[in-house]
């Protein structure tokens, strides 16, 4: 089993930086990929950062060049910082572990930019 935890997120304005952190821990054994998702209501789940154990990166068009994804393979931690924000990324953001085995989810952390 993986226990997944986030933290951060919080209420910034338009324009403004927050940074997400979540941690793994538990049985995390072999290549695996840690990711952030979002979910707006009324929307479905969408992918807004990767990495993989071997550091490669993948962004969707929305977030490119705003957001960055990080990760620390020792301590089975991953960060995203984001910045630029917009109303439109207001949303629940929710760390994911991916195995070969199964998805594990964190519990979600609520973003929202608004003035």
């Known amino acids: 089993q993986v226990q997944v935890v986030e933290s951060g997120g919080g209420l910034v304005q338009p324009g403004g930086s927050l940074r997400l952190s979540c941690a793994a821990s538990?049985?995390?054994?072999?290549?695996?990929?840690m990711g952030w998702y979002r979910q707006a209501p009324g929307k479905q789940r969408e992918l807004v950062a990767s990495?993989?154990?071997?550091?490669?990166?993948a962004y969707p068009d929305s977030v490119k060049g705003r957001f960055t994804i990080s990760r620390d393979n020792a301590k089975n931690t991953v960060s995203l910082r984001m910045n630029s924000l917009k109303p439109e990324d207001t949303a629940v953001y929710y760390c994911?572990?991916?195995?070969?085995?199964?998805?594990?989810w964190g519990q979600g952390t609520q973003v929202t930019v608004s003035s």
């Open positions: 994911n572990v991916h195995f070969i085995r199964g998805d594990y």
């Open positions: 538990g049985s995390i054994v072999g290549f695996y990929v």
């Open positions: 990495i993989t154990s071997s550091g490669t990166i």
